[in-house]
């Protein structure tokens, strides 16, 4: 009797635990298809933090923590993994085309053309190895091989969107069911790229015998033979009619020049005025504006009084403050034409666009959601955050129109069928290519259509890093299935060692031809190769060896139209040479 009672307890009990028996195998299901992503995400994002040597993968892992659970059987219906796989790649490209829009065409200005010309051959050299590869190391009957070698290229570069693009475009030149999984070739190169990248750089400081004192000085004599202008002080007095009754902000205008009134002397009484701030006949004012400007300002207030200005008593406390553009007015204007240092008497230090960190170089372009670190005194940086805005209540307040009519206007613009003579199939930008190239326009010119392009840097952040990681942990589930098959029982080994010499390859020829040839600073090249490979740890390592801000310059304007040709040219590269 006791006998019997335990086993129908036992019987009871796993009755009870159907439910969670159903929740990991009834694969059709919201619940098992929500656990599944869960699980596979969160464990490739821990996982991914883990460093190495100082080095992680980052969100990269959630593709190997899919390729664990698609190999154990823990997948979900193909339908439903094309689905979000596909919907997390143009989250993924379009977040990332509102990035570098902005700064996509002012990259190409002085001194961007070089770097960029330099960039889009490495592009290229890395497509060349990797055709060299395929030709000499594989079968090329085999019409899978080459869709995997393209997959070992973005491994190889560490440029996940681009292999979000090769997928896509397999779907247009294979048949349905029969489309490789690339994502193997693309998870056995990945790690070695990231090491190879920051190997290589290495190698072409030894290669070209740079010492990184050297470069660090010569940045320092750079940077001193590009001064701001030169600032003036006046102490004036108004005799302008045309003045009186007028606010400061009305002046400023109406000059448009860049000026700051720190003081004013009216009825006696020393004040600080503001833009709203009313002047009258006989004020007294304290001026400060760049030397070219000085003649043109006191022939409109008034004449030069001899009286010195008790500068001494009016210092104040140096300041740094983190400020906000929000002001329309602001979009286009140049860092080096708003004199800040010369007119404002304060210093901007770094700027920050979209999550990334930018060189605050003299030319470079003000968007509405740029913030700016500003150091000087308390009052003129307060009279700054005046004039760009600072006003983050607007931008708090998400711009979701915005994101869904670019990505519906991208998704029409990537399904136009273009036919070129030799290519198999009509072709087209896809759901990739459509929404990058639709993002970077609107985020240089969506302001010009009333579209309020601006979103918070978490905001983008969040959604580019959401798509990411339904795009990988998708892929990597899909791959799942046959990559013991695939790799530790196929080529998994030749992806390995053809993917580092992709990697290591052309930037060995492109690094030291920008050095010697052209005369880039070591730490440019460094932040050049860095955003041509689009790969964060390279720039961190950069960075943690320069004090200075050459390694962002690089990085920053060769990134835009780095991403953009890596996802372009594996649409064309699938397109051209891998239909069957």
Same mark, same amino acid.
């Given at each position: 009797?006791?006998?019997?009672?335990?086993?129908?307890?036992?019987?009871?009990?796993?009755?009870?635990?159907?439910?969670?028996?159903?929740?990991?195998?009834?694969?059709? @299901? !919201?619940?098992? #298809? /929500?656990?599944? $992503?869960?699980?596979?995400?969160?464990? +490739? *994002? %821990?996982?991914?933090?883990?460093?190495?040597?100082?080095?992680?993968?980052?969100?990269?892992?959630?593709?190997?923590?899919?390729?664990?659970?698609?190999?154990?059987?823990?997948?979900?219906?193909?339908?439903?993994?094309?689905?979000?796989?596909?919907?997390?790649?143009?989250?993924?490209?379009?977040?990332?085309?509102?990035?570098?829009?902005?700064?996509?065409?002012?990259?190409?200005?002085?001194?961007?053309?070089?770097?960029?010309?330099?960039?889009?051959?490495?592009?290229?050299?890395?497509?060349?190895?990797?055709?060299?590869?395929?030709?000499?190391?594989?079968?090329?009957?085999?019409?899978?091989?080459?869709?995997?070698?393209?997959?070992?290229?973005?491994?190889?570069?560490?440029?996940?969107?681009?292999?979000?693009?090769?997928?896509?475009?397999?779907?247009?030149?294979?048949?349905?069911? @029969? !489309?490789?999984? #690339? /994502?193997?070739? $693309?998870?056995?190169?990945?790690?070695? +790229? *990231? %090491?190879?990248?920051?190997?290589?750089?290495?190698?072409?400081?030894?290669?070209?015998?740079?010492?990184?004192?050297?470069?660090?000085?010569?940045?320092?004599?750079?940077?001193?033979?590009?001064?701001?202008?030169?600032?003036?002080?006046?102490?004036?007095?108004?005799?302008?009619?045309?003045?009186?009754?007028?606010?400061?902000?009305?002046?400023?205008?109406?000059?448009?020049?860049?000026?700051?009134?720190?003081?004013?002397?009216?009825?006696?009484?020393?004040?600080?005025?503001?833009?709203?701030?009313?002047?009258?006949?006989?004020?007294?004012?304290?001026?400060?504006?760049?030397?070219?400007?000085?003649?043109?300002?006191?022939?409109?207030?008034?004449?030069?009084?001899?009286?010195?200005?008790?500068?001494?008593?009016?210092?104040?406390?140096?300041?740094?403050?983190?400020?906000?553009?929000?002001?329309?007015?602001?979009?286009?204007?140049?860092?080096?034409?708003?004199?800040?240092?010369? *007119?404002?008497?304060?210093?901007?230090?770094?700027?920050?666009?979209?999550?990334?960190?930018?060189?605050?170089?003299?030319?470079?372009?003000?968007?509405?959601?740029?913030?700016?670190?500003?150091?000087?005194?308390?009052?003129?940086?307060?009279?700054?955050?005046?004039?760009?805005?600072?006003?983050?209540?607007?931008?708090?307040?998400?711009?979701?129109?915005?994101?869904?009519?670019?990505?519906?206007?991208?998704?029409?613009?990537?399904?136009?069928?273009?036919?070129?003579?030799?290519?198999?199939?009509?072709?087209?930008?896809?759901?990739?290519?459509?929404?990058?190239?639709?993002?970077?326009?609107?985020?240089?010119?969506?302001?010009?259509?009333?579209?309020?392009?601006?979103?918070?840097?978490?905001?983008?952040?969040?959604?580019?890093?959401?798509?990411?990681?339904?795009?990988?942990?998708?892929?990597?589930?899909?791959?799942?299935?046959?990559?013991?098959?695939?790799?530790?029982?196929?080529?998994?080994?030749?992806?390995?060692?053809?993917?580092?010499?992709?990697?290591?390859?052309?930037?060995?020829?492109?690094?030291?031809?920008?050095?010697?040839?052209?005369?880039?600073?070591?730490?440019?090249?460094?932040?050049?190769?860095?955003?041509?490979?689009?790969?964060?740890?390279?720039?961190?390592?950069?960075?943690?060896?320069?004090?200075?801000?050459?390694?962002?310059?690089?990085?920053?304007?060769?990134?835009?139209?780095?991403?953009?040709?890596?996802?372009?040219?594996?649409?064309?590269?699938?397109?051209?040479?891998?239909?069957?």
């Amino acid at each position: 009797m006791y006998f019997c009672k335990q086993f129908l307890k036992t019987k009871n009990y796993i009755v009870e635990m159907d439910w969670l028996i159903n929740l990991f195998t009834t694969q059709d @299901s !919201v619940a098992h #298809i /929500a656990l599944l $992503y869960s699980i596979v995400i969160a464990v +490739g *994002v %821990l996982l991914g933090k883990v460093k190495i040597g100082g080095i992680s993968l980052g969100v990269t892992f959630v593709l190997f923590a899919g390729i664990v659970a698609g190999h154990i059987g823990f997948t979900a219906p193909t339908n439903i993994l094309t689905f979000v796989q596909d919907f997390g790649l143009i989250l993924f490209v379009f977040c990332i085309g509102l990035q570098v829009g902005p700064g996509f065409f002012e990259s190409f200005r002085k001194g961007g053309v070089a770097l960029n010309g330099l960039a889009t051959a490495m592009i290229l050299l890395n497509i060349l190895v990797m055709f060299s590869c395929y030709y000499l190391f594989f079968d090329t009957d085999n019409k899978l091989n080459l869709p995997m070698m393209v997959g070992t290229l973005y491994g190889a570069v560490t440029n996940t969107p681009g292999l979000g693009a090769a997928n896509e475009a397999l779907t247009s030149v294979f048949p349905k069911g @029969s !489309v490789p999984q #690339i /994502a193997s070739g $693309y998870a056995c190169a990945y790690p070695l +790229g *990231v %090491l190879g990248i920051i190997g290589a750089t290495i190698a072409i400081r030894y290669i070209c015998r740079v010492k990184l004192e050297n470069e660090e000085k010569a940045l320092e004599e750079q940077e001193a033979e590009n001064p701001h202008a030169k600032p003036h002080q006046m102490h004036l007095k108004v005799t302008n009619a045309y003045i009186a009754g007028r606010t400061l902000g009305e002046i400023s205008e109406f000059l448009n020049r860049d000026m700051v009134c720190s003081r004013m002397l009216h009825d006696g009484q020393v004040t600080i005025p503001t833009r709203d701030t009313v002047f009258a006949l006989d004020d007294e004012l304290f001026i400060v504006c760049a030397e070219a400007d000085a003649e043109a300002i006191q022939a409109f207030i008034g004449p030069a009084l001899d009286t010195p200005w008790n500068v001494e008593a009016e210092k104040q406390p140096m300041v740094s403050r983190r400020i906000v553009v929000t002001r329309p007015s602001m979009n286009g204007k140049t860092l080096g034409k708003m004199h800040f240092n010369s *007119v404002y008497g304060v210093n901007v230090t770094r700027i920050t666009r979209q999550g990334m960190d930018l060189f605050a170089s003299r030319d470079h372009h003000f968007h509405v959601g740029d913030r700016i670190m500003v150091v000087g005194p308390e009052d003129n940086v307060n009279r700054v955050a005046e004039m760009m805005g600072n006003s983050v209540k607007r931008l708090d307040a998400p711009n979701i129109a915005t994101i869904f009519i670019g990505i519906l206007v991208g998704i029409l613009f990537g399904s136009i069928p273009l036919a070129i003579y030799g290519m198999p199939v009509p072709l087209k930008l896809g759901i990739a290519g459509g929404p990058l190239i639709i993002a970077i326009l609107i985020g240089r010119f969506g302001y010009r259509v009333k579209l309020v392009t601006y979103t918070t840097t978490s905001a983008n952040m969040m959604l580019r890093e959401f798509g990411l990681a339904l795009f990988l942990a998708s892929v990597g589930i899909k791959a799942g299935a046959g990559f013991w098959d695939t790799v530790i029982a196929g080529d998994g080994l030749k992806y390995v060692y053809t993917g580092f010499l992709i990697t290591i390859i052309p930037i060995l020829i492109v690094g030291p031809i920008a050095r010697l040839k052209f005369k880039f600073n070591y730490f440019t090249i460094m932040g050049m190769i860095s955003g041509t490979y689009t790969d964060p740890p390279a720039l961190a390592y950069a960075n943690s060896i320069c004090s200075k801000e050459a390694p962002a310059v690089g990085y920053s304007t060769v990134y835009p139209l780095s991403m953009f040709l890596r996802i372009f040219t594996a649409q064309i590269i699938v397109l051209f040479f891998c239909g069957a």
